[in-house]
């Protein structure tokens, strides 16, 4: 099982931006489609975007479409997660996930997880 890591949280005003990152230590994120999960407190772990494992194909949920940008770096075995024009409805413990080759909406598809990373828009 992948072991995944994310960093990039923390507090910024609204309108702001942050970048997450995604890495696996060991193993390449080349083969896999990588998600972006987030979950306020109170609420459903939800989808905020994915990238397919060659990178050809990316999904945002509405909410998020053209304020987040998902790429990835397969030199630094890396996934991004661009975030701009912040608000704080985008408050949230921020999550990447992994499954094999295509993207998936649900987080049951996905079968690594990494820890998460809290993000914190406020002023």
């Known amino acids: 099982q992948l072991q995944l890591v994310e960093s990039g949280g923390g507090l910024v005003q609204p309108g702001g931006s942050l970048r997450l990152s995604c890495t696996a230590s060991?193993?390449?994120?080349?083969?896999?489609?990588i998600g972006w999960f987030r979950q306020a407190p109170g609420k459903e772990r939800e989808g905020v975007s994915c990238?397919?494992?060659?990178?050809?194909?990316?999904n945002y949920a509405g909410s998020v479409k053209g304020r987040f940008t998902v790429s990835r770096d397969g030199v630094q075995n890396m996934v991004y997660l661009q975030m701009n024009s912040l608000k704080p409805d985008d408050t949230a413990v921020y999550y990447c996930?992994?499954?094999?080759?295509?993207?998936?909406?649900?987080?049951?598809?996905?079968?690594?997880w990494g820890q998460g990373t809290q993000v914190t828009v406020s002023s």
């Open positions: 996930a992994a499954r094999m080759i295509r993207c998936s909406a649900l987080a049951g598809d996905f079968a690594s």
């Open positions: 060991g193993f390449t994120l080349d083969l896999y489609a």
């Open positions: 990238i397919s494992s060659i990178g050809t194909s990316t």
